[in-house]
């Protein structure tokens, strides 16, 4: 690391409104943007009070993820949903002229401006999984999604989980769980272009379990995770030497 950092915070998936123009292409599917399909629920809630609390920059979207997924990259096979993938060549330039580009521009840009001042980037991107998909039962709480080949990432995650274990003893955290760290996805993209001198990508992943429908247990959570992610900041972050 460079000895400077900054931290940017980042939700694609914060909620799951259809822009008027594109409401035709939903028509009677309520349901399914209501589910974890439609968007991850509880992440901008949480992305909002820990950008609030360590006082970092927050990027969102509350464009429902099956218009575009603004965490996917252009060639991925899922970048457009079965709502909108069929569309003709026009429609989809429009959608990711109007939604992608601009999102995914503005962080990208933020990002460079920072490494162009010789800061060490911490990027920290929100998401929450479904407890069950298919016959699968998640069995984690929290998920933390990082490149195991890039020290910097590696022990940071690895703090962070310890840091959950003694504070939280009830909380099963896990490392790249759901989803594999190096999958593709918007942190997976900064690395390709970025050292890990400049570059930290963490997606941290929250169980729904703890969204719907227990306020009091959700909001304990966000403190438990806000709690942890200030003291691994100013204990493993400060201590630059261990990050690279």
Same mark, same amino acid.
């Given at each position: 690391m460079r000895g400077r950092y900054k931290i940017i915070i980042s939700c694609e998936h914060g909620g799951n409104r259809v822009p008027p123009e594109y409401r035709g292409l939903f028509r009677g599917q309520h349901s399914i943007l209501q589910s974890h399909r439609g968007w991850d629920r509880g992440a901008l809630d949480l992305a909002r009070t820990l950008a609030a609390k360590i006082r970092a920059p927050l990027f969102f979207s509350e464009t429902t993820r099956l218009l575009v997924d603004l965490n996917r990259s252009l060639h991925h096979r899922n970048l457009f949903s079965e709502f909108t993938r069929n569309s003709n060549t026009e429609l989809k330039t429009e959608i990711l002229e109007r939604h992608y580009h601009p999102y995914r521009d503005k962080l990208e840009n933020e990002i460079r401006k920072l490494l162009s001042k010789k800061y060490t980037v911490l990027h920290f991107s929100v998401h929450s999984f479904t407890p069950k998909l298919g016959q699968e039962l998640r069995r984690a709480d929290i998920g933390l999604l990082y490149d195991p080949r890039r020290k910097g990432e590696r022990i940071l995650c690895h703090h962070l989980r310890n840091i959950f274990t003694d504070a939280a003893s009830n909380l099963l955290v896990r490392r790249n769980y759901p989803y #594999? /760290? &190096? *999958?593709? /996805? !918007? &942190? *997976?993209? !900064? #690395?390709k272009r970025c050292g890990e001198r400049q570059y930290l990508g963490i997606e941290i992943e929250i169980n729904q379990k703890h969204v719907h429908g227990h306020h009091a247990r959700w909001a304990q959570l966000q403190k438990q995770i806000i709690n942890a992610m200030e003291i691994t900041i100013r204990e493993t972050v400060n201590c630059t030497e261990r990050l690279c």
């Open positions: #594999r /760290g &190096t *999958a593709d /996805g !918007f &942190t *997976a993209y !900064f #690395r």
